[in-house]
T-cell receptor
């Protein structure tokens, strides 16, 4: 099956720094990638939809300047948490979509902001 | 807007027994997909089963099967011969297919514990 690689799996950073999370589709081209945030024991909350070569579409309530998304190629999307603060600590998950309605998930990134 | 409801936050089942996880959804659309995803302690989201709304036949994948009631907007997951590895959080999800931008709408999830 299709594989989505997400890196890093865990990152600890100081408050005020920026963190970049990568999401790669390894064996297929993903026209669309999605970014989710998940708190412990809760569901996935969609943050934004990322399309290759165009600006991401953010869900209501998600700060565009805080969570920068770049989808530079058909196999790579990045999420940058800018000026991270402790309240940004969470589990971030990406998923990649193919045109045959397949959705594949990365393993997630645990972000801890000190 | 579509909504997915999983009303049971937790369930427990004895190993080798059968358990059914409930899910209801609300939509005015007729063409859509429904999914059950498993999220074990590793937190990797794993697709368990998928159902196309236009198909009347219930999907099955080995020990996993669904009871899809389109008129009632119900989509329950049955796990037969439960195994310890089935312990995980399970999410029901809805997708209205609109092409590559099709988004998943998730339910709140249910934590399933399989007892030895």
């Amino acid at each position: 099956g299709a594989v989505v690689s997400q890196h890093p799996s865990w990152v600890i950073c100081k408050s005020g720094t920026s963190v970049k999370i990568e999401c790669r589709s390894l064996d297929f081209q993903a026209t669309t990638m999605f970014w989710y945030r998940q708190f412990p024991k809760q569901s996935l909350m969609l943050m934004a939809t990322s399309n290759e070569g165009s600006k991401a579409t953010y869900e209501q309530g998600v700060e565009k300047d805080k969570f920068l998304i770049n989808h530079a190629s058909l196999t790579l999307s990045t999420l940058t948490v800018t000026s991270a603060h402790p309240e940004d600590s969470s589990f971030y998950i990406c998923s990649a979509s193919t045109l045959v309605a397949g959705l594949y998930f990365g393993a997630g990134t645990r972000l801890s902001v000190l | 807007a579509q909504t997915v409801t999983q009303s049971q936050p937790e369930m427990s089942v004895q190993e080798a027994e059968t358990v059914t996880l409930s899910c209801t959804y609300d939509t005015s659309e007729s063409n859509y997909y429904l999914f059950w995803y498993k999220q074990p302690p590793s937190r990797q989201m794993i697709l368990v089963i998928r159902q196309e709304a236009y198909k009347q036949q219930n999907a099955t994948e080995n020990r996993f099967s669904v009871n899809f009631q389109k008129a009632a907007k119900s989509f329950s997951l049955k796990i037969s011969d439960s195994q310890l590895g089935d312990t995980a959080m399970y999410f029901c999800a809805f997708m209205l297919y609109t092409g590559a931008n099709s988004k998943l709408t998730f339910g709140k999830g249910i934590t399933l514990s399989v007892r030895p």
